[in-house]
T-cell receptor, first 113, second 113 residues
Framework: QQQVKQSPQSLIVQKGGISIINCAYE??????FPWYQQFPGKGPALLIA?????SEKKEGRFTISFNKSAKQFSLHIMDSQPGDSATYFC????????????FGKGTTLSVSS | KAGVTQTPRYLIKTRGQQVTLSCSPI?????VSWYQQTPGQGLQFLFE???????NKGNFPGRFSGRQFSNSRSEMNVSTLELGDSALYLC????????????FGQGTRLTVV
C-alpha cells in the first residue's frame, strides 16, 4: 500500500519561530498534496494544499514547499503562535479514481510562549 | 452552510456487538469517505462512496462495511466488535472529484469494552 512518511513526530517551537514539517511520498502519479490541521476533539481541517506544477505555495504564515524530483513536500509555519499548537497531517490521494486520502502519521506541534 | 454531521458523537459497545455510525455530508457533496483514527496508527482510510457506489476500499477486514444512500448520507457498520476497534471514526465529504477539499466531521468516538 502506498505510504506518506511524515517527520518529525513531535515538535516544540518558541513563539515567533519557524515550524517545519516534512513529508515524503512514493507515487509519482499523485497530483494533490494537502496539509490538514487538527485540534483536540475536532476533525481535521484543510490548512493549505499544493499541486505538483508549482514548487511553492504561500497562504499567510503557512507555506508548502514541493520538491517533485525528491518526492518530498514540507510545511513551513512562519512566526509560530501558541494558537498554532495542534497536530498536522500531510496527505496524498489514495489513488487517481476518487477523493480518498492517505495520511502521514501526524506531527504534534507545541508552540511555547 | 452546515458542515459534515456525524452521529452519535460517543458510543460505548461491548466486544462482539455490532455498531452503526452515521454521516451526513455537506449539501451538494456526493463523495463520502470514512477514516479510522487511533494514536498508534494515525488516520487510516476505510472506504469511499460516490453516488451510492463504493469507489475505493482501504485495507480493513470485512467486519467493516458501509453504504451510501441516494441523498448522499452514509453509514458505516462494524460487526463483531473487537477491543482494537476502539477509535475515532471520521467522515469526510467532497464535492465530486479528486484534488478537491475534503471536509471532515467531528467524528464518532467508539469505545469497545
Amino acid at each position: 500500500q502506498q505510504q506518506v512518511k511524515q517527520s518529525p513526530q513531535s515538535l516544540i517551537v518558541q513563539k515567533g519561530g519557524i515550524s517545519i514539517i516534512n513529508c515524503a511520498y512514493e507515487n509519482t502519479a499523485f497530483d494533490y498534496f494537502p496539509w490538514y490541521q487538527q485540534f483536540p476533539g475536532k476533525g481535521p481541517a484543510l490548512l493549505i494544499a499544493i499541486r505538483p506544477d508549482v514548487s511553492e505555495k504561500k497562504e499567510g504564515r503557512f507555506t508548502i514547499s514541493f520538491n517533485k524530483s525528491a518526492k518530498q513536500f514540507s510545511l513551513h509555519i512562519m512566526d509560530s503562535q501558541p494558537g498554532d499548537s495542534a497536530t498536522y497531517f500531510c496527505a496524498a490521494p489514495y489513488n487517481q479514481a476518487g477523493t480518498a486520502l492517505i495520511f502521514g502519521k501526524g506531527t504534534t506541534l507545541s508552540v511555547s510562549s | 452552510k452546515a458542515g459534515v454531521t456525524q452521529t452519535p458523537r460517543y458510543l460505548i459497545k461491548t466486544r462482539g456487538q455490532q455498531v452503526t455510525l452515521s454521516c451526513s455530508p455537506i449539501s451538494g457533496h456526493r463523495s463520502v469517505s470514512w477514516y479510522q483514527q487511533t494514536p498508534g496508527q494515525g488516520l487510516q482510510f476505510l472506504f469511499e462512496y460516490f453516488s451510492e457506489t463504493q469507489r475505493n476500499k482501504g485495507n480493513f477486514p470485512g467486519r467493516f462495511s458501509g453504504r451510501q444512500f441516494s441523498n448522499s448520507r452514509s453509514e458505516m457498520n462494524v460487526s463483531t466488535l473487537e477491543l482494537g476497534d476502539s477509535a475515532l471514526y471520521l467522515c469526510a465529504s467532497s464535492i465530486d472529484t479528486g484534488g478537491t477539499e475534503a471536509f471532515f466531521g467531528q467524528g464518532t468516538r467508539l469505545t469497545v469494552v
